[in-house]
Nanobody
C-alpha cells in the first residue's frame, strides 16, 4: 500500500496550495480519505475527511478556506487550501481508512508533505 502526497511548499499568507494524495494497493473507492496535519510541538489533527459516499467534514479552523475532494477514477484525494495563514504551517498527511460495523479494517498513512505559510 502506498499513499504519496505532493503539492506542499512555501507560500505567502493569503495564498493557495493544492495537495494531492495518490494511492495504490487499496480499493480506493470504499475508503474514507482524510488529511491530517502536525505542526511542530503539537499533536496531529484532522483537517478534512471525505467518505466513500462523498460526505465531507472539516476542522473548524479551515472551514470555508479548504476543500477536500476525491477522484475515484484516479485513486487520488485532493486538498485545495485557500486564504492560507501562518498557523496552517505543518506537515500534512494523507490517511486512508476502511471501517466495517464500527471496527477499523485498515488504516494507512502517507509520508507527509510540508506546507509552510510565511507572514
Amino acid at each position: 500500500v502506498q499513499l504519496v502526497e505532493s503539492g506542499g511548499g512555501l507560500v505567502q499568507a493569503g495564498g493557495s496550495l493544492r495537495l494531492s494524495c495518490a494511492s495504490s494497493g487499496i480499493i480506493f473507492s470504499i475508503n474514507t480519505m482524510a488529511w491530517y496535519r502536525q505542526a511542530p510541538g503539537k499533536q496531529r489533527e484532522l483537517v478534512a475527511a471525505i467518505t466513500s459516499g462523498g460526505t465531507t467534514n472539516y476542522a473548524d479552523s479551515v472551514k470555508s478556506r479548504f476543500t477536500i475532494s476525491r477522484d475515484n477514477a484516479k485513486n487520488t484525494v485532493y486538498l485545495q487550501m485557500n486564504s492560507l495563514k501562518p498557523e496552517d504551517t505543518a506537515v500534512y498527511y494523507c490517511n486512508a481508512k476502511l471501517e466495517f460495523r464500527g471496527a477499523t479494517v485498515s488504516d494507512y498513512w502517507g509520508q507527509g508533505t510540508q506546507v509552510t505559510v510565511s507572514s
